[in-house]
């Protein structure tokens, strides 16, 4: 079984964050996006080429699956772990969306949130070590 955490002093800071972004950009997946395409070279392809038509849902959906899926991680949910055991191998074999890309999309995620937090506050270091618990499963 995947062991992921299950720590609520770090999914309170982490909530923060995402509510801090939240009031500030309102719906973030705008600045989401820009970061990723700017990260990742071959996004905009990898984005096109599977939204048959409807770009903009699978944009808003996937930054709505990624915010889920970073808060049932901090949480240990049984949910974050179906993204990692059955939705990263989806991406990866079926959707030919590779794990570099994953890791890109919550990268830019958590650039974004971070970006309305001061580097001072205890939700920093909180999404940093939410990044560094990650770090083994988006290798
Ligand atoms: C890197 C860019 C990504 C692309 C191009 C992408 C694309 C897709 C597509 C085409 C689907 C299936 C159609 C749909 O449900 O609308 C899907 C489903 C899904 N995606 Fe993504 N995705 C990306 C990143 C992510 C990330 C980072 C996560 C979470 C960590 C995620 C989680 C999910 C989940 C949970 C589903 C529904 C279940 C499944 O089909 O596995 N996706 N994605």
Known sequence: ?????ADE???AEVEYAFERAANAYGDITPKVLSRFYESYPNGRELFSSNAGGQLSLLEGNMVEETAFFLLGFCE???EAETILTQSVPHHIQTLKVPMDAMTAFIDAFLFVVASKVDTSEPAAAALSQLRSALDPYLR
């Open 1 to 5: 079984m995947t062991q992921i955490l």
């Open 9 to 11: 002093t770090l999914l």
């Open 76 to 78: 240990g949910s049984q």
